[in-house]
T-cell receptor, first 110, second 119 residues
Framework: QTVVTQEPSFSVSPGGTVTLTCGLTFDSVSASYYPSWYQQPPGQAPRTLIYSTDTRSSGVPDRFSGSILGNKAALTITGAQADDESDYYC??????????FGGGTKLTVL | EVQLVESGGGSVQPGGSLRLSCAASGFTFRTDWMHWVRQAPGKGLVWVSR????????YYADSVKGRLTISRDNAKNTLFLQMDSLRAEDTAVYFC????????????RGQGTLVIVSS
């Protein structure tokens, strides 16, 4: 059963802005879930973009930002570039030491 | 420079065992949480397990509880994942990930090690 939900795919034009979301099937996402975002380019290992809702990881450009929008966590990419084309995963801390990833969003830049 | 080098993957029959290792360097290993995350071919990331700095606290995804065991040797800066009673659905690349103190700020440095469970 899917617990953490993400859009399966999204597309954005070069230079455009896109917002990906991360929800829960049984609750609203809040900061207490420490929503985090990871980027995985094709054929590469993931890297951390955002953790604890809105903190950018070291070296991540400020084109990437995290927030809570309504009842979901959100990752916004502004000024999209060709090398932003990747899979994006959110992860939520469920408490009791457990983390759960969403199914990922495949972002196309075209 | 932080390095995380996974090893120990391979092919194994259902019901078999494997032990994965992750050699860490470039940071104070004994102070950091460490995680295993896996990715089946063509599929998404799945969190598997984590362990605290001194090894006294471990947590597991329900899908692996009782079959996979995380441990560490701080004297050798090495993280382990003992995999027993393996199933076809355990087939995946396994990534060793460093937790940098704050929830979710994870450092991914390795390319992972591939485990194939098949008869």
């Amino acid at each position: 059963q899917t617990v953490v939900t993400q859009e399966p795919s999204f597309s954005v034009s070069p230079g455009g802005t896109v917002t990906l979301t991360c929800g829960l099937t049984f609750d609203s996402v809040s900061a207490s879930y420490y929503p985090s975002w990871y980027q995985q380019p094709p054929g590469q290992a993931p890297r951390t973009l955002i953790y604890s809702t809105d903190t950018r990881s070291s070296g991540v450009p400020d084109r990437f930002s995290g927030s809570i929008l309504g009842n979901k966590a959100a990752l916004t990419i502004t000024g999209a570039q060709a090398d932003d084309e990747s899979d994006y995963y959110c992860a939520l801390y469920m408490g009791s030491g457990i983390w759960v990833f969403g199914g990922g969003t495949k972002l196309t830049v075209l | 420079e932080v390095q995380l080098v996974e090893s120990g993957g391979g092919s194994v029959q259902p019901g078999g065992s494997l032990r994965l290792s992750c050699a860490a360097s470039g940071f104070t290993f004994r102070t950091d949480w460490m995680h295993w995350v896996r990715q089946a071919p063509g599929k998404g990331l799945v969190w598997v397990s984590r362990i605290n700095g001194d090894g006294s606290a471990t947590y597991y995804a329900d899908s692996v509880k009782g079959r996979l065991t995380i441990s560490r040797d701080n004297a050798k800066n090495t993280l382990f994942l003992q995999m027993d009673s393996l199933r076809a659905e355990d087939t995946a690349v396994y990534f060793c990930v460093r937790g940098r103190g704050t929830h979710g700020d994870w450092e991914w440095r390795g390319q992972g090690t591939l485990v194939i469970v098949s008869s």
